[in-house]
């Protein structure tokens, strides 16, 4: 059974930098697209917002407009770990997080992701 856990979320000044980490587990092979969303309260799952995505076995990265160059997803293929590091963190980017698993093209439609974590609470103060 495959399960995501996200971890390292919480109350951060804006211009700050926090990093979130989700370890996969119950997967039995690498060939996979692992993506970060972020969903505010209101928003329907289906309606959550594309941060970021990247193939678990290659190097392409894809990022939002609103992220692009404050923010870096990242892997461990040995731990399979996936991370979003986040800088330079503004209040718009206040969300719950969560990290999915697809296909490799799932890209940046959530409905193409088969597998969610629990999400991990980011809140940024100004």
């Known amino acids: 059974q495959v399960q995501l856990v996200e971890s390292g979320g919480g109350p951060v000044q804006a211009g700050g930098s926090l990093t979130l980490s989700c370890a996969a587990s119950g997967i039995d092979s690498t060939w996979y697209g692992m993506g970060w969303f972020r969903q505010v309260p209101g928003k329907e799952r289906e309606e959550r917002e594309f941060?970021?995505?990247?193939?678990?076995?290659?190097?392409?990265?894809t990022y939002a407009d609103s992220v692009k160059g404050r923010f870096t997803i990242s892997k461990d293929n040995a731990k399979k770990i996936l991370y979003l590091q986040m800088h330079s963190l503004k209040p718009e980017d206040t969300a719950t997080y969560y990290c999915?698993?697809?296909?490799?093209?799932?890209?940046?439609?959530?409905?193409?992701?088969?597998?969610w974590g629990q999400g991990t609470q980011v809140t940024v103060s100004s």
């Open positions: 941060v970021a995505c990247s193939i678990w076995n290659g190097d392409r990265t």
């Open positions: 999915a698993l697809g296909n490799p093209g799932a890209g940046q439609d959530p409905r193409n992701y088969q597998h």
